[in-house]
């Protein structure tokens, strides 16, 4: 990927999360933790609202991973979504506690963070081979790209389990996104 890409595509998670946490814009919505509200696993509702938002986006995730399980020719292309497949099922029930911790359940994300659209699902299932490859790799880095701005801005203001997760999830999703690209160039 080169270095433009990568920064439009952090630009427009970052963009794509201030839209999702409220509809204003104010990423310090997201950011910011209350202290009045603290869940009995010590995380507060910030981090509850993170692990909310994860579990949806792990959920599409693996959804997506399993598509590559399915259909990719390339081997490092299907260990890529085994491995990030498996990571994501191991974290999604400590996600889910996290967020049931402050009585909230998983929260779908808002355009343009939700669901990979009709029309993009469909074109990356017609397709086969190295085509399908070079596709779901982008695809796949994409939505990695937002969960990993996402877990870095728990990190920045989280705290207990739910700013371990963001921890795990970052570094997980980065090794991820490294492997992908140097697939990608290997396609290419």
Partial sequence: MSRR???????GALIALAIAVGGSGNVAAFAAPS??????????????????????????????AQLAI???????????????????????????????GANMSAQPPEPPLSRFNEQEMSQLQSL????????????????????????????ATGTGQAAELAKKIHDEQLQDVSEMNNLRDQLR
């Fill in 70 to 100: 399915d259909k990719a020719s390339t081997p490092g292309v299907k260990a890529v979504a085994e491995r990030s497949q498996r990571n994501q099922q191991a974290e999604l029930p400590q996600l889910r506690q996290v967020a049931q």
């Fill in 128 to 155: 086969s081979g190295r085509e399908f490859d070079l596709a779901w790799l982008d695809m796949f880095s994409s939505h990695h790209m937002s969960a990993i701005m996402m877990a870095d801005m728990e990190s």
């Fill in 5 to 11: 890409r990568f920064r439009v595509i952090g630009a």
């Fill in 35 to 64: 202290p009045a509200s603290p869940s009995p696993s010590g995380s507060t509702h910030g981090s509850a609202m993170f692990a909310a938002m994860m579990v949806s986006h792990h959920e599409e995730g693996i959804e997506l």
